[in-house]
């Protein structure tokens, strides 16, 4: 079905849906009573509908280098054709808490039938932002009516996939200048050999995944439910010592190794059998969790467990700061006519979260609730401070300092993000601000901060066809500079920042590559454009002055997908950008890469990186003449998919020195990258 067809469905779908109760007129009167006098026009998301399919921009802001996700045909510069491959080619050619309280809920506002106990904490917790004050709830009623308001009006539409590192749509920053290798973890500076780190999002920010290393260590996540911490020496693999979960019910979901302390993220579940003595049924209630367990690993053959935290919800994804571990979790609240509070009110670490504690935005697309908190790994059986959002978040951003959450109102022609900015500092967390943009993110990368501005790229489909913008935001999260009206008829694909540069592509038929000066924040200026095939998904900035590109290619007249595409361009100039060399990978589909960044291996210094590419592990290098040059490809056969959580999601490539790992379906085989990756053994988990 195309796209004109999906967009007549969805409108006639919405020709005789009733006004939703927050814009009935009573409502909208206690609403406007309810308000300061002095607030702002609220502007209101709403949500893209429709495929997106044609031209790929990429916009450079700012100056520096970057990488982009494109696909691409192996050649000498942007003019040439350059050489094709196929997978078959490529494995040939290179071998190598209190009582519970309970309350009727009527027809009328009812704030005052609970019986919460009175806060203040509130008045603290209130920010007036760029377009309403951005508050904690008064009171637990408060949150109930809203919740149960959401549910009627807007049917609990939720996107939340908050997950380890994925993205929405296709695709998949800022510390030194001098960091080119934006996107991979901090250096391995004092190691005595190189390794490999977990691909990041923000350099500075840790990320959990499911394999890690230290540079003497590999620790390794089972889906069983163990962690296998393995001495690496040489060519051969140990297993020194090994952690188990005691809870059946409990899954490991993703770890943190910092020096000595191992945490583990879990997922867990309870049911309660519930009776009901009148209407004589039973009910089977069941609650999610997710639990972080801190170890001590100093003795890797004998791990301690030093902590414990829990809190309601479904792991969405973490964030560590130097000692601190942010935690995000989904909870889902249970709304009826007479709830018990412990019902729609999440608890952290045992306890009910205070009212003043849940934030409830101005626009709610969901009764889901993002619920935050944050443990150091020095007291890991204590909460530092918790927060919960009301709505389903459908992205977020992490910076050294603060935590953005984006939600789209779906609810109207127009599309408008909203974006939440809460402050993190030391395990703090405090509302800052928020702003309503027009148009919806592609994904996470779509935000960046830099010098305490935010930078935002979004696409509006509400016209007859899309158009992009740039917008950027100072740290009270008021617009200070935009640019509109970019690329017309193609939406965003991908994004990257660095520094007074910034990255994004859009995609047709082909694709224009803008570049972007934002050194003057409130005077934001397009410098460039390059027209190449094909679209970048993943961006990554590759050594100086260099931008790799993952994505896909197409053929230009049909758009006609033709395979994965690898593309590397030269932004020593932002205002003329050029595409070096381009490598395709012929009928070639699924790139977990494109969905989950930390699912790629990215080492500049070391000049190597690696992905999963349908059901094989491929391994490029780059070289300034020869261009992309496939140096390992191993298949792993189709039965990957079954052995782990998402299939080949969980497929991780790593190195220690000259020594490449390839962990993944219940093994980890080693490789010499000295001697064409010939492989010297494995290890059967």
């Not at 990257?496 to 003057?520: C, E």
């Not at 100086?544 to 997908?561: F, R, S, W």
Request: proline residues 2%.
């Amino acid at each position: 079905m195309d796209e004109k067809k999906i967009l007549d469905m969805i409108k006639k779908s919405g020709e005789n849906v009733d006004a939703p109760e927050e814009i009935h007129p009573e409502q909208i009167k206690r609403l406007l009573e309810e308000q300061p006098v002095d607030k702002k026009s609220r502007f209101r998301r709403y949500a893209q509908w429709g495929a997106v399919a044609a031209v790929f921009a990429l916009v450079i802001i700012g100056g520096v280098t970057g990488l982009t996700r494109l696909s691409g045909t192996n050649g000498e510069n942007s003019q040439n054709e350059a050489g094709t491959m196929s997978l078959a080619d490529a494995s040939q050619s290179t071998k190598a808490t209190g009582e519970t309280e309970i309350f009727e809920v009527t027809t009328e506002n009812t704030t005052e039938a609970t019986t919460e106990k009175t806060t203040t904490a509130q008045t603290s917790a209130d920010v007036e932002s760029g377009n309403y004050v951005f508050a904690g709830a008064k009171s637990y009623q408060e949150i109930f009516d809203a919740l149960k308001k959401t549910e009627s009006g807007y049917g609990g539409y939720e996107t939340a996939e908050l997950a380890r590192g994925t993205t929405n749509d296709y695709m998949v920053e800022d510390s030194a200048m001098a960091a080119m290798d934006m996107g991979s973890s901090e250096t391995n500076a004092g190691a005595g050999l190189s390794y490999s780190k977990t691909n990041l999002q923000e350099a500075g920010v840790d990320e959990a995944d499911v394999v890690k290393t230290d540079g003497k260590y590999l620790y390794v996540m089972k889906a069983t439910g163990s962690v296998r911490l393995i001495r690496a020496e040489d060519k051969a693999l140990q297993t020194e010592g090994t952690i188990m979960l005691d809870a059946l019910n409990e899954t490991p979901q993703e770890m943190y190794v910092d020096g000595n302390i191992l945490s583990l993220i879990v997922t867990g579940s309870k049911t309660t059998l519930n009776s009901d003595a009148e209407e004589d049924t039973y009910t089977a209630d069941t609650e999610n969790y997710t639990k972080l367990y801190t170890y001590d690993i100093s003795d890797r053959s004998q791990p301690q467990l030093t902590g414990v935290v829990q809190q309601q919800g479904h792991y969405s994804t973490s964030r560590k700061n130097g000692d601190i571990v942010y935690l995000f979790t989904q909870f889902d609240p249970q709304v009826s006519d007479a709830s018990e509070i412990d019902e729609y009110i999440p608890a952290v670490n045992g306890a009910r979260m205070e009212s003043s504690d849940i934030f409830l935005p101005e626009y709610q697309n969901s009764t889901s609730c993002l619920v935050i908190s944050s443990v150091s790994t020095g007291k890991p059986d204590a909460i530092i401070d918790q927060k919960a959002v009301v709505s389903a978040a459908e992205n977020f951003y992490i910076s050294e300092n603060n935590i953005y959450i984006s939600n789209t109102n779906w609810s109207s022609d127009v599309t408008m993000t909203q974006i939440l900015k809460f402050s993190c500092q030391k395990g703090k967390i405090q509302a800052k601000g928020t702003a309503d943009l027009k148009g919806s993110l592609n994904d996470s990368f779509s935000m960046n901060e830099y010098n305490s501005y935010l930078r935002v790229v979004l696409t509006d489909y509400s016209g007859e066809t899309q158009k992009n913008a740039l917008y950027v935001l100072d740290d009270a999260m008021q617009v200070c500079g935009n640019i509109g009206d970019l690329a017309e008829g193609e939406d965003i694909r991908s994004a990257r920042f660095l520094g007074d540069i910034g990255y994004f592509v859009t995609f047709r038929n082909t694709d224009p590559l803008f570049s972007v000066d934002l050194s003057d924040p409130s005077d934001p200026k397009i410098l460039g454009e390059l027209k190449i095939t094909g679209f970048s998904s993943y961006l990554h900035f590759y050594g100086e002055n260099k931008l790799l590109g993952v994505g896909n290619e197409v053929d230009p007249e049909t758009g006609a997908y033709t395979g994965i595409k690898l593309a590397m361009f030269d932004v020593s100039d932002p205002s003329n950008v050029k595409q070096l060399h381009k490598f395709v990978i012929k009928d070639t589909y699924d790139c977990p890469l494109f969905y989950n960044y930390k699912a790629a291996m990215i080492d500049t210094e070391k000049n190597v990186f690696g992905f999963m590419c349908d059901s094989s592990y491929m391994v490029f290098c780059y070289d300034e003449e020869k261009g992309f040059e496939n140096v390992f490809t191993e298949n792993l056969g189709d039965s990957y998919y079954g052995y782990s959580y998402n299939g080949l999601q969980e497929v991780r490539g790593c190195f220690i020195g000259y020594n490449f790992y390839l962990v993944g379906g219940g093994q980890i085989r080693i490789y010499d990258m000295a001697n064409d990756y010939k492989e010297v053994g494995r290890l059967e988990l």
